[in-house]
């Protein structure tokens, strides 16, 4: 059997791996083209649904690691929390592994998001998991219908996520979720279901890319009015420039064409330094400007496993991420979680 070497994007490992039959990278393929050929159609579809959309808590991006690489990540295997970007994203290398990750966001304008994600694999090939997402609005102004001010009001939307994903091929690895949306309009509660699906697929040894749908479902009537989820279509390249420095872009639509660029630097295994840019319409004062940090605190046994190439139970895990919003001022999200 013919073998070639590829290397381990979260611990920098050269491992063996069986190249793909042909039958097999027909299929590949065909689902990637099926996957392109849907993302080439969502713009004209997104824009054809209504002139509203409600649940804008669900464009903000849990994962503090992704958001410190500039909101990048659409082609990444990471943890729970990159399902926020693609379903196929998550993944746990050791068989028998859970992770579980809680991430908070103190967002512009006194709002603020909190989650909590699980993921668990039991073979090392598919992993299954689910979130929790809790959005606080700060407080806003209400006014009638003849535009008279009331008073204030605040939002407090809740999303529940499950997912699922697993490796087709050697190269290609599929991901679905399912979601139910409750939003809160004026104190009564709305709720909606709606549906994501992705895949990453590794172009060569160091290359690999990443697409997925986000927020595909009906919508939900609020009175007389239709509002449909911010749909959201996102495609995204991962290149490994060293065994220690990774270069990630993401493109997603229909966000003002947003570009998410990111750098990951690898100091030590357990260590790792980020910074990004995430492209914003009309912001200036270094507008989109991302930075920040995560390590793992692990025994020495496992830290010896890792040096090895083989999965490791960590202990715990940080993630920090700074984001510079111009005149609207500075984002901090912090994740901590716990692999075992």
Partial sequence: ?????????????????KVANISEVKTSHYIVAILLFSLFCAPPALNAEVETSIGEFLRINPSAASSALGGAGVSQSGSA???????????????????????????LSGTKLMDVFFAHSSNGEAVYGGGL?????????????????????????FLGSSFYNRNLTDKLRLGASAKIVSIDNDGKSNTAFAADIGCIYSLSAYLSAGLSLANLGLGV?????????????????????????????????????????????????NIKLRCGWDKKADLKSGAGLTAGLGFAIVSSDSMEELRRGSSFPVLLLFDYAFQNFGELGYI??????IQF
Avoid: C, Q
């Avoid at 196929?88 to 908070?104: D, M, Q, V």
């Avoid at 901090?332 to 979680?337: D, L």
């Fill in 1 to 17: 059997m013919m073998e070639n070497y590829y290397r381990n994007f979260n611990n920098h490992v050269v491992r063996p791996f």
């Fill in 81 to 107: 929390d990159y399902g926020f970007l693609n379903p196929a994203s998550p993944k746990l290398e050791k068989s028998g592994t859970s992770r579980i990750n809680t991430s908070y966001t103190g967002w």
């Fill in 133 to 157: 997402s809790f959005f606080v609005s700060g407080e806003m102004e209400k006014f009638d219908k003849a535009g008279k001010l009331v008073g204030d009001f605040r939002t407090n939307d």
């Fill in 221 to 269: 009537n609020v009175g007389d009015d239709r509002y449909e989820l911010p749909r959201l279509a996102r495609m995204g390249m991962r290149w490994e420039l060293r065994n220690n420095l990774t270069a990630l872009a993401d493109i997603t639509y229909p966000r003002d064409d947003n570009l998410n660029l990111g750098l990951e630097l690898s100091v030590r295994e």
């Fill in 332 to 337: 901090h999200r912090i994740n901590f979680g």
